[in-house]
């Protein structure tokens, strides 16, 4: 039913920033919480920030604090990650995550996945 696809991964060099876009049919977008995990070979996916169906109060890993910022156009049905001072350690998959419930940062609580993108920060 809802299909998530992700867009704006690539190569970026370390300090730089890159912005990931989420593009979310099939559904009713301004009812789902939408979030960000990201995964590296050999690791499970990890929570990397969430933001509520109306905006407002957002969640983020203490990791990306201060760096990362998750925003959404619900008239585009879009949720966005845009990620400064990027360093080598932010390399991964990024996946983008949509549930019916409220805000959580748990994976197994997600119902809707895309199908990652790949950000990689050369030092």
């Known amino acids: 039913q809802v299909q998530l696809v992700e867009s704006g991964g690539g190569l970026v060099q370390a300090g730089g920033s890159l912005r990931l876009s989420c593009a979310a049919s099939?559904?009713?977008?301004?009812?789902?919480?939408m979030g960000w995990f990201r995964q590296t070979p050999g690791k499970e996916r990890d929570f990397v920030a969430a933001?509520?169906?109306?905006?407002?109060?957002?969640r983020y890993a203490d990791s990306v604090k201060g760096r990362f910022t998750i925003s959404r156009d619900n008239a585009k049905n879009t949720v966005y990650l845009q990620m400064n001072s990027l360093k080598p350690e932010d390399t991964a998959v990024y996946y983008c995550?949509?549930?019916?419930?409220?805000?959580?940062?748990?994976?197994?609580?997600?119902?809707?996945w895309g199908q990652g993108t790949q950000v990689t920060v050369s030092s």
């Open positions: 099939g559904g009713t977008f301004t009812s789902y919480v």
């Open positions: 933001i509520p169906w109306y905006g407002g109060n957002t």
């Open positions: 995550a949509a549930r019916t419930g409220g805000l959580s940062i748990f994976l197994y609580q997600y119902d809707y």
